[in-house]
């Protein structure tokens, strides 16, 4: 492979400064949106609780002056966790809030505990009950206090749900303990942009002064260090030299380190450039997920798939979420060498892969998959196509503009097919 990526907006700033305009009552012009099935799912959330929302492009405008109810709806909530963070601007702006809870997933149990004791701690009363998360705030104001939070793990979702409920409560709120992930600092620029009073985003200590109103504001989404991270690893897999372009290097900087610990050179280009040049060879490393600015447990399964190929063994530990390493299973089928024993996973390097039929459990463990499929030798039928457009924008067209032989095989479909870079067939078309 080799070319240029245009990386798209983050997702999962996309999704919280969606969640974030239910605190304005005017105009909100959000640009870099990137073209995900969350980015959708979220959109009918908002439309589903009365919100206008128009897009144009990679362009979202969303006018929430009128939120016509305070009960989110259910069949969409289940599916797309961050749509619970509603919760905190619904229950800001209409001092009541319904929202039935996200449940597990595929990578663990994910509880919304420190979502709702942070609210408590701000006066709502908060009551689950069949399944939904019934919120109020008593007294005529209608209006959350500011509180003192300390977050007992600084839960990204909490930060963020906290920090949106605080930015109309009468007081200042202090989030000891906050999560630091350059998306909480997006949200918290973005709160600033509608005239919210919001300092320490990006430390552990967040402090809010709640104002009573919030004004319409244009705003752009940061690059995905996710996105970016995983086109690095296709690179490095691939040995290929790639460019990206834009990134903030800084959000990628565990990302970015460990991939020269492995023996992969990346040159920062500009400001907003990296390229990637492909490697000689490719060295074990261990790798430890953790809050940002750890490594990211959302690179933790691309990571995998790279280190199956590299030289020597590599340890992994898990230790952000209890079931994320489903994928290891997976590459196995593809001849890679892993032993998960709890969080933890033991990766053999082996000399090559070979293609084979494979299925993705979550979206990053498909990530993952595709990107041992490039690298394998023979043909890699993927499934779980649905996994991967929830999180990636355009994520096969991209490869192919890379030189991937990578085909979606019908939209109706969900698998994916692609072909090795050392297999010179295109891949068949099967349906
Ligand atoms: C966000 C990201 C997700 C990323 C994760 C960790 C979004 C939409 N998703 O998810 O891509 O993998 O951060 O970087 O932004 N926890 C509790 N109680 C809570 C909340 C969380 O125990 O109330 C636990 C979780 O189960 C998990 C850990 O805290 O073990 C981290 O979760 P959290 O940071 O909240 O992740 P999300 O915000 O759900």
């Not at 920090?163 to 350059?182: K, Q, S, V």
């Not at 990206?244 to 492995?262: E, G, Q, T």
Request: charged share 20%; glycine share 10%; hydrophobic share 45%.
């Amino acid at each position: 492979m080799q070319g240029h990526v245009k990386v798209s907006g983050a997702k999962n700033s996309a999704l919280v400064i969606m969640a974030g305009t239910l605190l304005c009552s005017g105009d909100c012009h959000i640009r870099n949106v990137p073209l995900l099935a969350d980015v959708e799912r979220m959109g009918q959330v908002l439309s589903a609780l009365g919100i206008r929302l128009t897009r144009n492009g990679d362009t979202l405008d969303i006018n929430a002056s009128e939120i016509t109810t305070s009960k989110a709806p259910y069949e969409l909530v289940t599916q797309l966790r961050a749509s619970f963070f509603a919760i905190g601007p619904i229950l800001a702006r209409l001092g009541v809030a319904q929202m039935p809870l996200p449940g597990g997933c595929a990578i663990g149990a994910r509880p919304v505990d420190l979502h709702v004791r942070g609210l408590q701690a701000m006066g709502a009363e908060v009551q689950i009950e069949h399944g939904i998360c019934n919120a109020y705030v008593p007294g005529s104001s209608g209006r959350l206090k500011g509180a003192k939070i300390y977050l007992d793990s600084p839960s990204v979702g909490a930060t963020e749900t906290l920090m949106m409920a605080a930015t109309l409560a009468d007081g200042e709120t202090i989030i000891e303990n906050a999560a630091r992930e350059p998306e909480v600092v997006d949200l918290a620029n973005f709160c600033n942009a509608m005239g919210a009073k919001i300092q320490g985003a990006g430390t552990s200590t967040i402090t809010i002064v709640g104002v009573p109103k919030l004004h319409s504001t244009e705003y752009n989404i940061i690059p995905d260090r996710i996105e970016a991270g995983t086109f690095l690893v296709a690179g490095a897999i691939t040995r290929s030299e790639i460019t990206l372009s834009s990134v903030c290097a800084d959000h990628l900087f565990p990302v970015i380190a460990k991939l020269r610990d492995i023996g992969v050179r990346i040159i920062e280009e500009g400001s907003d450039c990296l390229r990637i040049l492909p490697a000689e060879s490719l060295k074990a490393t261990d790798i430890e997920t953790l809050p940002h600015p750890g490594f990211p447990t959302d690179m933790q399964a691309p990571f995998m798939a790279l280190l199956t190929l590299a030289e020597g063994d590599s340890l992994i530990n898990e230790s952000v979420f209890e079931n994320r390493l489903r994928h290891a299973s997976e590459l196995n089928r593809l001849g890679a060498d892993i032993r998960v024993k709890g969080n933890a996973a033991f990766v053999r390097g082996v000399p090559m892969l070979s293609g084979a039929p494979v299925i993705g459990t979550d979206l990053r463990a498909s990530a993952a998959l595709v990107l041992a499929g490039l690298a394998a030798e023979g043909k890699t039928t993927f499934q779980g196509l649905h996994h991967l457009d929830r999180g990636y924008d355009r994520f096969d067209l991209k490869l192919q503009q890379l030189g991937a032989r990578i085909l979606r095989v019908s939209e109706a479909s969900t698998n994916v097919e692609l072909a090795t870079s050392t297999n010179n067939s295109p891949a068949s078309m099967t349906t």
